[in-house]
C-alpha cells in the first residue's frame, strides 16, 4: 500500500505542476502572434507537458487513487470527506480538459481569450488542490 501512495502523491505532484504551469504560458502566448518563432516555440512547449507530463500524471493519479480507496479500502461510502475530495478530482480533470481545449485552439491560432482569462484560470487548480489536501489530511466531515 505505502508503494501505491507514494506513486499517487509522485504522480499527483507531477499533475499538478502541469494544471499549474500550461495557463502560464498561455499568458505568455497571447502576446505571441500566431506564426512566429515564439509563437511557434509556446505550441511545442504546451502540446509537449500536456501530452507528455500531464495526461500521463492525471491517469496515473487516477489509478493510484482509486487504487487506494477500492484495493486498500482507505475511504468507505459513507465518508463526505472522500466524495468531496472525489468532486475536487473531478473538477481538477474538467480543468485538465478544458485547458487542453485552449491548447488546441492556440496551436491552430484560434485563441480568442485574453491573458487575463488565463491568470484568473491559473487559480483554480490551487483552490481545487486546497480543498482536495483539507478534505484527505484534515477530513473535516
Known amino acids: 500500500m505505502e508503494w501505491v501512495k507514494a506513486l499517487h502523491v509522485i504522480s499527483v505532484i507531477a499533475w499538478m505542476a502541469g494544471l499549474l504551469y500550461l495557463p502560464r504560458l ?5 502576446d505571441a502572434v500566431h506564426g512566429s518563432v515564439q509563437s511557434d516555440t509556446f505550441i511545442i512547449m504546451e502540446r509537449r507537458l500536456l501530452k ?3 495526461t500521463p500524471a492525471m491517469i496515473a493519479s487516477w489509478i493510484f487513487g482509486l487504487w487506494l480507496v477500492f484495493g486498500f ?3 468507505s461510502i459513507g465518508d463526505i470527506w472522500a466524495w468531496i475530495k472525489g468532486l475536487g478530482v473531478i473538477g481538477l480533470t474538467g ?5 487542453a481545449g485552449h491548447q488546441k ?6 485563441n480568442k481569450k485574453p ?3 488565463f491568470r484568473l484560470i491559473n487559480e483554480v487548480p490551487t483552490i481545487l488542490m486546497i480543498l482536495i489536501v483539507i478534505m484527505v489530511i ?3 466531515f
Open 52 to 54: 507528455a507530463i500531464m
Open 115 to 117: 491573458s487575463r482569462y
Open 73 to 75: 479500502q482507505m475511504a
Open 26 to 30: 498561455f499568458v505568455y502566448h497571447c
Open 138 to 140: 484534515v477530513k473535516p
Open 95 to 99: 480543468v485538465h480538459v478544458h485547458l
Open 105 to 110: 485552439a492556440f496551436a491552430a491560432g484560434e
